[in-house]
């Protein structure tokens, strides 16, 4: 069970911290809630303390994580397949961020970018993205205690050294 102030996950929403604990009525039944603000988008979710673990709500990771996320980050692009169906790809790239685990959603958020910047992305996997890499960012400011704007500025850059990597290796 969490406390008042754990910074936490909420898989699909990112990180945030919680609030409050409550106690709310809804469709009749009362029951106990987490109320976790959000730092990005500045939400507040609601998640039942009953089902917390078995949605994926789980602590935020300590800041000795972000490495290994900005190693996934940097990951050239010939070092994997992108999936070429979209649907395919689509639902992958879904169930990613349903895990909860940031070096997943990192990798989903490299992928993307670089197939953004090779080709364009479609509406539905642009928001995909643009989601995918809020969820990062949180997880990130909480872990490392930074501002939204310098941990996206890292991430960009961290993406852009990638896929220039990339490209410059396949040119030779």
């Known amino acids: 069970m969490f406390s008042i102030g754990d910074k936490v996950v909420y898989p699909m929403h990112g990180a945030g911290t919680i609030e409050s604990i409550e106690e709310q009525e809804m469709f009749g039944d009362t029951a106990e809630y987490y109320i976790i603000k959000m730092p990005v988008g ?23 994580i972000a490495p290994s996320v900005f190693a996934v980050l940097e990951k050239p692009k010939e070092e994997y397949v992108y ?43 642009k928001k995909m ?7 990062l960012i949180s997880e990130l400011m909480l872990a490392q205690g930074l501002e939204h704007s310098d941990v996206d500025r890292e991430i960009e850059e961290k993406i852009k050294f990638s896929y220039d990597l990339g490209t410059t290796t396949e040119m030779t």
């Open 129 to 135: 993205l643009n989601s995918a890499k809020e969820i």
């Open 42 to 64: 500045d939400m507040k979710v609601m998640v039942p303390t009953e089902s917390a673990a078995e949605i994926g709500v789980r602590e935020v990771s300590d800041s000795s």
């Open 83 to 125: 999936e070429n169906n979209w649907n395919r790809r689509y639902k992958s790239n879904v169930e990613k961020i349903k895990t909860g685990d940031i070096l997943e959603v990192a990798d989903v958020v490299r992928e993307l970018s670089h197939r953004h910047m090779e080709r364009g992305l479609s509406t539905a996997e």
